[in-house]
């Protein structure tokens, strides 16, 4: 099982599944990493916006990839390509970037959770959300762009 979806299925969110399974050796120790993500699960505190799979994975490229120095304009178009890369991708394989889109319930509302549980969304789109970004950060960062 990948390190992302241990920590999903241990109960982490997605943003922090995916930003934590990046960071292994690479400076961040994990109760960091699940802190600095825990907002951004459900497309940012279940606004169901950006998924929250994609929004931890372009932490995890800009931590490993990004730029440091304002004028570093090589390091800025960089980290941007990939970031436009890993968002391009992930609407290739699930048809969109928002949560709403992805889990077509509305989470901010205790019916939308009860019919999250109950269409049985965790395990249909959520865990398939995180095993991309998970796979599309660690392709990008080989690819060594």
């Not at 304009?73 to 980290?79: M, N, S, T, W």
């Amino acid at each position: 099982m990948s390190a992302a979806l241990s920590f999903f299925e241990a109960g982490l969110n997605c943003a922090q599944s995916v930003f934590a399974s990046q960071m292994k050796g690479h400076g961040l120790d994990e109760a960091t990493c699940f802190k600095v993500a825990s907002g951004f699960g459900a497309g940012m505190g279940r606004k169901q916006e950006v998924c929250g799979a994609v929004t931890g994975g372009l932490m995890a490229l800009g931590f490993r990839a990004g730029f440091v120095e304002g004028s570093d304009r090589e390091g800025r178009e960089r980290v941007y390509a990939l970031t436009r890369d890993l968002q391009e991708r992930f609407v290739q394989v699930h048809g969109s970037l928002r949560c709403r889109d992805l889990l077509t319930c509305d989470l901010s509302t205790a019916e939308g959770q009860k019919e999250f549980r109950e269409r049985g969304l965790l395990d249909k789109v959520c865990k398939e959300c995180v095993k991309t970004a998970e796979g599309l950060v660690k392709d990008l960062l080989k690819e060594g762009k």
